[in-house]
């Protein structure tokens, strides 16, 4: 199993910038991917961004262009820079960890975009 801690989320007006982080720790050498979703007030948990080991990584069409994914293999910490942030960001950011079968959740971090 992988332990996730996620940090970096608040508070921040529109048109201004945010990075979250995700540690891992565990049996980090099997994890496949990891990437960040969100879940906002009464909708489903949506992808945001994913990065495989080999650095590979894939948006969610919203995010394109605002948002970029990024690993430190040596620190065992996934990023999610995020620029151009818009009200409609707002969410429960979560960092998953994805193995070949099964995958774990960080516990979320809050991002509130002020209008």
């Known amino acids: 199993q992988v332990q996730l801690v996620e940090s970096g989320g608040g508070l921040v007006q529109a048109g201004g910038s945010l990075r979250l982080s995700c540690a891992a720790s565990g049996s980090i050498n099997s994890i496949r991917a990891m990437g960040w979703y969100r879940q906002a007030p009464g909708k489903q948990r949506d992808l945001v961004a994913t990065?495989?080991?080999?650095?590979?990584?894939n948006y969610a069409d919203a995010v394109k262009g605002r948002f970029t994914i990024s690993r430190d293999n040596a620190r065992s910490t996934v990023y999610l820079q995020m620029n151009s942030l818009k009200p409609e960001d707002t969410a429960v950011y979560y960092c998953?960890?994805?193995?070949?079968?099964?995958?774990?959740w960080g516990q979320g971090t809050q991002v509130t975009v002020s209008s």
């Open positions: 998953r960890a994805m193995f070949m079968m099964r995958s774990d």
């Open positions: 990065i495989t080991t080999g650095g590979a990584a």
